[in-house]
């Protein structure tokens, strides 16, 4: 038989007091395993929950970075166009000013015309002479009274000489074009012979100024262009004998070149 050791009293209390300690480190140790559980739940929630937030923040910033960068490609696309255009207004506006150049300087050359013009033929103007500019042009208008007789095509002495003061005008300015337009008045043409009407007799007289002008004072007839308007461009159309005597006449039309001008315009 085996011999039992009777425990002290002493050594009974330790090893009590000893289970009572472990199991009070258990109970507290249940109760942290309890918590860190807690925690841990809490923790994994919170993960998730920034988790989404992530993915709800990169959704829109992956939004954000595509809406910037169409946005960038529009504004590349506008700068762009605004460079480019503001490139074709310099060209547009350097263009504008060439030809406003020559216009100013057409308008010049044309007023300082008419000055030489109405100085040369001061004596012919109580006779129905007259110099304006209409449309950047010089019209040098002669009454038919002042060049022919009364249904001739044939210059008089008086014609001549206001057209030799003129060509000696025009024979000093080779930049000019020339063109001679005879009009008529809106009577019939009777009796004239080989001038069948007012279109015949407005291109002979027109041709007759012409001839005049070129074989007799020797402007260079490349310059000269004439034509007959017959009674179709009337100044005065009411008819009376006062406006019929207006409608009777040779204008000679200057218009300096355009060369300058048009090869611009065309490029």
């Known amino acids: 038989m085996h011999s039992c050791q009777v425990m002290s009293t002493k050594k ?18 249940e109760g942290l ?6 925690d841990s739940a809490r923790m994994h929630r ?13 959704d829109r910033y992956n939004a954000l970075d595509e809406k910037y960068n169409g946005l960038n490609s529009r504004y590349t696309a506008s700068s762009s166009k605004v460079s480019q255009l503001s490139t074709d ?17 057409r308008d010049e050359a044309t007023n300082a015309l008419k000055e030489k013009l109405q100085k040369a033929l001061l004596g012919f103007q109580q006779s129905g002479l007259t110099v304006d500019i209409r449309n950047g042009k010089v019209y040098v208008s002669l009454a038919d009274k002042l060049l022919f007789p009364s ?13 030799k003061q003129l060509a000696a005008v025009l ?3 080779p930049d000019i074009y020339i063109a001679v337009e005879g009009h008529t008045d809106d009577k019939k043409v009777i009796n004239l012979g080989q001038i069948k009407d007012n279109w015949d007799l407005s291109v ?38 006062e406006a019929r005597a207006k409608n009777r006449r040779i204008e000679i039309v200057l218009s300096p070149r355009l060369d300058e001008l048009y090869n611009l315009i065309s490029k």
């Open 12 to 29: 009974y209390k330790g090893l009590l007091a000893t289970q009572d300690s472990l199991t009070n480190r258990a109970i507290n140790l």
């Open 33 to 38: 395993l309890s918590v860190l559980k807690l």
């Open 46 to 58: 919170e993960i998730a929950d920034l988790k989404s937030n992530l993915s709800s923040l990169n």
């Open 89 to 105: 207004l310099q060209k547009r506006e350097a263009r504008l000013k060439e030809v406003e150049d020559i216009l100013r300087k």
């Open 151 to 163: 249904g001739s095509i044939v210059i008089d002495e008086k014609g001549k000489s206001a057209l």
């Open 171 to 173: 024979n000093k300015e």
């Open 204 to 241: 002979l007289r027109a041709t007759s100024v012409t001839r005049y002008l070129t074989e007799t004072e020797k402007v260079d007839p490349v310059r000269l262009t004439a034509t007959g308007k017959g009674q179709f461009q009337p100044i005065d159309p009411a008819g009376t004998p």
